[in-house]
C-alpha cells in the first residue's frame, strides 16, 4: 500500500500553491484554537504543528494541523508530541489535517 502524505523532502521548490495551503493551514490552525481558548481548553504551538483540543466527543474541534508538509524524518516525533498533547485529558477522537491538502482523517 503506497501512502497518500506528501512529505516535506518530496517538495520541489515552494510554489505559489505551496504558499497559499501554508496560509490556508495557518488560518484553520487559528480558527480551531480559537474555538478551544474560547471554551477554555487546551492548545499548543510547535513550529510545524498546532494542536488544539476542545474535549469534544466530536473529532472535529479536536484538532491537529500540519503548518508545513511532514518531513519523514519528523514524523515519530510528532506522533509523539501530538499523543502526548492529546493524552493528559479525557476527550474525544481527534482530527489531523494537512497543509499539503492530501491528508485529513480521523486519529483514534
Request: glycine residues 6%.
Amino acid at each position: 500500500m503506497t501512502s497518500s502524505v506528501a512529505f516535506a523532502d518530496e517538495w520541489p521548490q515552494r510554489s505559489q500553491r505551496d504558499d497559499w495551503l501554508a496560509r490556508t493551514a495557518r488560518n484553520a490552525a487559528g480558527f480551531w484554537e480559537h474555538m478551544a481558548r474560547a471554551k477554555g481548553r487546551y492548545w499548543v504551538h510547535w513550529d510545524d504543528i498546532w494542536a488544539a483540543d476542545a474535549q469534544s466527543p466530536s473529532p472535529i474541534p479536536n484538532t491537529t494541523t500540519l503548518l508545513q508538509p511532514l518531513q519523514s524524518a519528523r514524523v515519530a516525533t510528532l506522533v509523539a508530541c501530538v499523543d502526548g498533547f492529546y493524552a493528559q485529558r479525557l476527550g474525544g477522537s481527534r482530527m489531523l489535517w494537512s497543509c499539503a491538502g492530501r491528508l485529513a482523517h480521523p486519529c483514534t
